[in-house]
């Protein structure tokens, strides 16, 4: 019985080890179904991962790993040149190399090299080390201080571009970048003034990108400036172009030269004697403009204190350097200068004669506004000559109402106030004279007298530059012809001629305003200007003074002035027209007592009569009488 007990029992568990055996097959076969399931997925998401890269991005991809390694490097244009009228340099662009680097992939480089040449490369610490001693005895640029640890500290920099030396000389840098392949040498032009402070507040600046600050080279920077050129080339993982990968190659085309109107040996003088004026007068500054009295081209144009573009800007503002051009930014009440206007229309309209005897009172009262001489004096008999030989404010109005506003108005008009001169430099005024219709009671007070207006010195002169041609005013030129790259010359546009006066008009009132310079020992028969006069010439001009406005009270100033000069010589034969600014002096130009320019007008003038070789006149003119006996 027993015995039959112990066979089922050992038949019951040879079955239930069975079973086990069977549920941990089963269990068996499903992970290995799942891993399956799980290599085919994946086997399959890498299939048409690859199809997809292959099939439809593959495009996409070349496309941007192409832009990736393609660069496209710019050619720049190079800058034109700018010269004076007889094609002395002015301003020109020199070519010149930067040398750079890319230090956060150059020890990399250096240790392909020095892997590749163990023998002729050395490792990258020893090969920084030879460029830091190398490279300044490779240089050796004069004057200038290239420090071996601000090199060191460049190449091993954490930048990804950095600029050891800049202005090399072309030949230098493709030495140097022979000699050291880790160095690339870039194309950087580098703008040259030659001539230091004189013409820049006409030539101007560029800054160190190239674009231009003020001058010409602002004004006209786009043409001067050209087309950059372009080129594509591909780079490699190191940074460095691919040999032979150029193409599309697009030439530069450069900018247009130009060459001014202005004499560089006159501009050189005026502002030496612009200068020294200043600083004899104590004045804030002084300002001279030379012009062809036929042409209207400006041969000298300057301004004392103007900026040095080869020196440290910074130090030079702190020393009141100015950037500009004065002549033409500033404006300013012409006083008296400006009377010469009014006697030209006044002998035009037939309202005078030059030796017609006025008796002229010390006042005038004019729709309520007393006006008074700038000397207290009775009645006087004075000549139409010598109003304005004296510059007597109450003789200038009394012929001025016998024009009339309304004829008095066009003619400002003629002679071009409150219009820019146009001459192609930034910022240029177009002064100031008060439309007709917006006169009062006592505009036509003070505008025949140069009050109540404004203009540039600019403009000042080429009023003086109408009477001396015959009354024709030529709009002022500075710009007398222009070069394309290609050789092309470009002629300035004809300047816009104005019939102001008629001829005879003209020379009737130049020859009267001899009178300005006219000396008398008795001092009846001298003029305001008198040492204005040049020896064997006939000069012609006016002295003027007008009053500031105060920045406080916003009324005129009693303690500040602007003294202008302007003038014509040879009077007889006019070959040029010289005017003068000069900002509150507080002595005269030539260090003496009274704060008139005459003596600056007659050393710039002086000056350019000799430097002309102008024939002297071939006799003095006549003693012209100012005061009548009385």
């Not at 310079?517 to 007008?546: F, H, L």
Request: hydrophobic share 35%; charged share 25%.
């Amino acid at each position: 019985m027993s015995k039959t007990n112990d066979r089922r029992s050992a038949r019951t568990v040879d079955a239930n080890s069975w079973l086990i055996l069977d549920t941990s097959g089963a269990r068996f076969s499903k992970r290995v179904r799942l891993v399956l399931l799980v290599v085919f997925l994946t086997s399959l998401s890498l299939v048409l991962r690859l199809a997809w890269v292959q099939l439809v991005a593959s495009p996409t991809l070349a496309t941007q790993a192409q832009l990736q390694r393609t660069s496209v490097i710019t050619e720049p244009a190079l800058r034109g040149g700018i010269t004076d009228r007889n094609g002395q340099t002015l301003a020109y662009t020199m070519d010149a190399r930067s040398l750079s680097v890319h230090p956060k992939k150059l020890e990399k480089f250096m240790q392909e090299r020095h892997e590749l040449d163990p023998e002729g490369v050395p490792e990258p610490k020893q090969r920084i080390e030879d460029i830091v001693k190398r490279l300044p005895e490779m240089i050796n640029k004069e004057g200038d201080d290239i420090e071996e640890d601000d090199i060191r500290d460049k190449l091993t920099s954490n930048n990804d571009y950095e600029v050891l030396v800049r202005n090399v000389d072309p030949d230098i840098a493709e030495k140097v970048a022979e000699e050291f392949p880790e160095i690339t040498a870039e194309r950087q032009d580098l703008r040259q003034y030659p001539n230091g402070a004189v013409g820049q507040n006409m030539i101007g600046k560029i800054s160190t990108d190239n674009q231009g600050q003020f001058g010409l080279e602002l004004s006209q920077d786009a043409r001067l400036q050209g087309i950059n050129g372009s080129r594509t080339v591909d780079i490699a993982g190191d940074g460095y172009l691919i040999p032979g990968s150029t193409r599309d190659v697009h030439p530069a085309v450069n900018g247009d030269s130009y060459q001014l109107t202005i004499d560089l040996d006159a501009q050189t003088y005026v502002q030496q004697a612009l200068q020294q004026a200043r600083e004899k007068s104590g004045a804030k500054s002084a300002s001279a403009v030379v012009l062809d009295s036929k042409t209207g081209e400006i041969i000298a144009m300057g301004s004392s204190d103007t900026i040095d573009p080869n020196g440290d800007i910074e130090k030079q503002l702190k020393r009141k350097k100015v950037f500009g051009d004065r002549a033409t930014a500033d404006s300013f009440e012409p006083g008296s200068v400006a009377k010469i206007m009014t006697a030209a229309a006044a002998i035009q309209e037939g309202k005078t004669t030059p030796d017609e005897v006025l008796k002229v009172p010390g006042t005038i009262n004019m729709a309520g506004v007393t006006v008074k001489d700038a000397w207290d004096h009775g009645e006087v008999p004075y000549t139409t000559t010598g109003v304005f030989g004296k510059s007597s404010n109450v003789g200038t109005l009394m012929l001025a109402q016998r024009l009339g506003e309304d004829k008095m108005y066009d003619y400002f008009r003629k002679f071009g106030i409150g219009q820019a001169a146009g001459v192609g430099l930034p910022y240029e005024v177009a002064g100031y004279m008060p439309e007709r219709n917006q006169w009062s009671g006592g505009t036509f007070a003070n505008l025949p007298i140069g009050q109540g207006m404004s203009m540039s010195l600019l403009q000042m002169s080429s009023i003086y530059q109408a009477m001396a041609n015959d009354g024709v005013r030529v709009e002022p030129r500075l710009i007398k012809k222009i070069t394309r790259a290609d050789g092309t010359e470009l002629g300035a546009e004809p300047a816009k001629e104005t019939q102001v006066v008629s001829p005879e008009t003209a020379r009737t009132t130049v020859d009267m305003f001899r009178a300005v310079t006219q000396s008398d020992e008795t001092g009846v028969q001298q003029g305001s200007g008198a040492p204005a006069a040049i020896k064997g010439y006939q000069v012609s001009g006016k002295t003027g003074t007008a009053q500031q406005i105060d920045p406080k009270t916003g009324a005129y100033s009693n303690s500040s002035y602007w003294i202008t000069f302007a003038g014509i010589a040879p009077s007889d034969k006019p070959r040029f027209v010289v005017g003068i600014m000069l900002d509150n002096p507080q002595r005269g130009t030539d260090g003496g007592a009274g704060g008139t320019a005459a003596p600056l007008f007659h050393d710039i003038m002086s000056w350019m009569l000799d430097h002309y070789n102008v024939p002297l006149s071939e006799k003095a003119g006549p003693k012209l009488m100012l005061e009548a006996n009385r």
